[in-house]
């Protein structure tokens, strides 16, 4: 049966929906399955700034069915409602669309409960139990269960098996389906991620399971699939025929704010590099699925990761870069060095800056570069990728003083969301001269609609029962195999040069080492 649909209010402009023709006659959300999300962590930073903003926006979309409740469960005591008050206060300083409407926040608060609650003690995961039980009673399409854990992973495990020993398992529940969707990171390294995922795979099989990269619910991370597959033109030349390289960058200006000590235990490779930016290299370098099905296009992206030539420990030098900034100016303000960050040791050997060079051995991607990068404290905020084709083999155009550039086909992410295509163009005149141009198209501009936010999509999709956009196990798994003799490496061995690039720049001088063509930022 075809999901119900409805039409967003995201409208970017003034201009109603119907007159973008580019969608009118449009539908663009979802409808999910009425549901009970249970939030694990509800007090804290992620569901204040993040989940708590995608709930009330398929509230106000119409998207959320009447029947769906809210339960938080954390240490942090509140009543119910204190906790739908804490609820509005956070909503009134994050919501993407304002200070939620008055009569419109009543019919979702009356649905929001909370446990304090701490994970070590059963008689808790009881009571969420009774909760679950009595709301399933009241209604008459109850029993879906969706436990989401935003909590700091050490405690993944711990409440997973809470939820076995009260019987909030999948196997326990015979009135509707439970899943469980898992925050970042999934493990810290190859050896955490199998032990935690021994752990989720005890309760909940592969198809329950929604391991979160929220990159992935971004509107342009989702559209490198349909600019490729719903066009002709891209695929015959994406192939090692045409293209010389593919830098992949997630760039940040920020430095690491308020989460030093999540973020003095993870560095770069581990919090950018394994997850978000490696699942953006697996979509740019698939093979076409043969449907639209989550599975046929996930295991197209495992054969990615497959197919990358596997680093060993002797490699690490000449294909992995490391930074860490340090002290300088930003906007005109003093900016501290990393290591004098709150939570941060001061000696610390954590990267801010992490480039990665891979290959895919197969036929599409063989002597293809791919080029990774992310990293703090850098010149712009910039997610992109850029598929740099070969120059013109034979030079026929532009005076002698002009470069003829390669074409770079850029697909912006964030904060831009749209594709560039830099080609060459004659300038008019009687002479000869070539420079480059650009072809832009920009989705805010183009359909005159906001992208909803990544999590808004994942937890509706989530409810949906649609694992397109999370990453499975094997996926996961491998990208921890390729990252692991980098990480080894530069655990067991302190770069004397940190801190090695200043706020506001490039990053460190050795990533131009690796590679000399990367993109100003
Ligand atoms: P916080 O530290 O802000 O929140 C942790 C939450 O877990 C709090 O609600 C805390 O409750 C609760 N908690 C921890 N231990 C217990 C316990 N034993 N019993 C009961 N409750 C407990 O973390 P974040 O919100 O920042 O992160 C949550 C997850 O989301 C992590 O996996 C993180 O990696 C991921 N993430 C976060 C992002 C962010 O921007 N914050 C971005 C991307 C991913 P209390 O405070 O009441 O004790």
Known sequence: MPDAVVTQAHDAGSRPAAANPLRSGLTTGRISDACNIVFFGASGDLFKRMLLPAIWELHRGGILPAQTGIIGFARTAFDDAGFRDYCHEQLT??????????????????????ITADFTDPA???????????????????????????????????????????????????????????????????????????EVEQVFDESRVYRIDHYLGKEPVQDIMALRFANTIFEPVWNRNYVDSVQITAAETLGVEERGGYYDGAGALRDMIQNHVMNLLALVAMEPPSSNDADAIRTEKYKVFAAIRQPKLEDVAQIAVRGQYGKGTVDGKPAKEYREEDDVRPDSNTETFAAVKFEIENWRWASVPFYLRSGKRLARKRSEIAVTFKSVPHRLYGESTDAIEPNVLVLKIQPDEGISMRFEAKVPGS??????????????????????PAYERLIGDAMRGDQTLFTRWDAVERAWELVTPILETWLAERDSSFPNYLPGGQGPATADKLFSGWRPL
Not at 124 to 140: E, I, P, V, Y
Not at 149 to 157: D, H, N, Q, R, S
Not at 170 to 189: A, Q, Y
Not at 436 to 441: A, E, L, Y
């Open 431 to 452: 002479k000869q001269h070539i420079r480059s141009v650009f072809m832009d198209f920009n989705y805010g501009t183009g359909f005159r609609i906001e992208s909803p």
């Open 124 to 198: 808790h995961f009881t009571q969420l139990k009774d909760l679950l039980d009595a709301r399933d009673k009241k209604s008459s399409k109850g029993g879906n269960r969706l436990f989401y854990l935003a909590t700091p992973p050490p405690v993944f495990p711990q409440i997973i098996r809470q939820l076995q020993t009260a019987k909030l398992d999948p196997h326990s529940n015979k009135k509707g389906w439970t899943r469980v969707v898992i925050e970042k990171p999934f493990g810290t390294d190859l050896a955490s991620a199998r032990a935690l995922q021994r």
């Open 93 to 114: 300083a994050f919501s993407t669309s304002g200070p939620p409407d008055d009569e419109l926040w009543k019919t979702l608060a009356e649905r929001i409960s909370y």
